[in-house]
Structure formats: C-alpha cells, structure tokens
C-alpha cells in the first residue's frame, strides 16, 4: 500500500521566493496534519485537516504561511515569503478519524527545506 | 509546564538489556497513547499504540499505561543496536485528533 506522499523531498530557494510543498494522504484517511521539525523546536504540529475542512490553525507560525486542502488526496503548505529561519523538515501525516477512536498519523518521507 | 514530558537522554543501554522510555502528560482528558521511533534523518515511524490502562506486548516492545498518573512508559527487551534512534510519545484528548508530540527521548544500544 502506498504511504503519505511528499513532494518534493529537498527543496533549497533563496530568501522571499515562494515554496509550495505538497502531499498526498493515505487513501482512504480522512485527516491530514503538517508539521515543522527542527532541532531546536522538536516536532510542531502547524495545521490540520479533517474531512478537508481546517480545523486547527494554531500552529501556523505567521501569515506567510497557508495550507490548502481542495480534496480529499491532495494537500499543499505554501510559505511567500520564505526566510531563513522557515529551514526545517516539513512533515505531512495522515489518519483515520472517527468517533470510536483516535487512529494513529501515519508520516511521509518529509521535505527538507533550506532558505538561504 | 510542557503538555507531553520525555527524559531528552540519550539513554545508553548495553545490547541485550532492557531500555526504559517514560513520558507524562498534563491533561486528564487525554485519550489515546502513541509510541513514534525516528531514525536519524527519517521520518517518525509508529510503533506502539495503547488506549486504556495497562501493558500491551507486541514483539520485544511493551507499552504500559497509567491514566491515575498520567504517565505512558516503552519497554524495548533485548535492545539491539538497530534500536538506536529517538523515541517519541504523543498523546490526543478525547474531543478530537490532535496529536501532541514530548521531545523525545533519544537511546543509544551499544554493541
């Protein structure tokens, strides 16, 4: 069975262009999550998805940031403009949710991003 | 107070020994339990869940759950040094789906 898709896996831009990273869930999964990892952060839960609707934008550090979801196997993360401190690995999970039980996130590769 | 507490380590444990992972979490209402392992430069991996009190065994990996104390602990027997990479707790309420993510704990198994 094919995991989370992420596209693309390396990206490196300088600094003020615009990135789109992209996912693809699971088929199937009805919530889909981005997250940011750094070093320094750990593991930041940016935004998520259920049913395509946002439900929990919290995360998303400024308004440089957006998060997309037109249907149900395609999500993007898109950061205009980019600075050096958005670099970091940039994860999109997936799951299934319902009202009986929380199903656990399945993870993508990740797309590691350098700002220069 | 951090929402999802682990021991940052790194935990070094001798090949064949019993590594210990705890974790503990603030809010009462939380639900379900996960165990993630990340190796270096890959993605987090699910390798345990639990949702209600107790141990739950699968292969060498143990997970045990205290909702009283708030805790959730891994137990990983006969350590292996493919075993060595960080090891994430995440815990969600009971109202949605949202996972919240400890430090993790990184662990050393040394031949």
């Known amino acids: 069975d094919a995991g989370v898709i992420q596209s693309p896996r390396h990206e490196v831009t300088e600094m003020g262009q615009e990135v789109t990273l992209r996912c693809k869930p699971i088929?199937?999964?009805?919530?889909l999550f981005w997250y940011r990892q750094t070093m320094m952060r750990g593991l930041e839960l940016l935004i998520y998805f259920n049913n395509n609707v946002p439900i929990d934008d919290s995360g998303m550090p400024e308004d440089r940031f957006s998060a997309k979801m037109p249907n149900a196997s395609f999500s993007t993360l898109k950061i205009q403009p980019s600075e050096p401190r958005d670099s970091a690995v940039y994860f999109c999970?997936?799951?299934?949710?319902?009202?009986?039980?929380?199903?656990?996130?399945?993870f993508g590769d990740g797309t590691r991003l350098s700002i220069l | 107070q951090k929402e999802v507490e682990q021991n940052s380590g790194p935990l070094s444990v001798p090949e064949g020994a019993i590594a210990s992972l705890n974790c503990t979490y603030s809010?009462?209402?939380?639900?379900?339990f996960f165990w993630y392992r990340q190796y270096s430069g890959k993605s987090p991996e699910l390798i345990m869940s639990?949702?209600?009190?107790g141990d739950k065994e699968d292969g060498r990996f143990t997970a045990q759950l205290n909702k009283a104390s708030q805790y959730v602990s891994l137990l990983i027997r006969d350590s292996q040094p493919s075993d060595s990479a960080t090891y994430l707790c995440a815990v969600t309420l009971a109202a949605g789906n949202k996972l919240t993510f400890g430090g993790g704990t990184r662990v050393l198994v040394k031949p």
């Open positions: 809010d009462r209402g939380s639900q379900s």
């Open positions: 088929s199937g999964h009805n919530s």
């Open positions: 999970a997936s799951s299934l949710f319902g009202r009986e039980s929380n199903q656990p996130q399945h």
């Open positions: 639990i949702y209600s009190n």
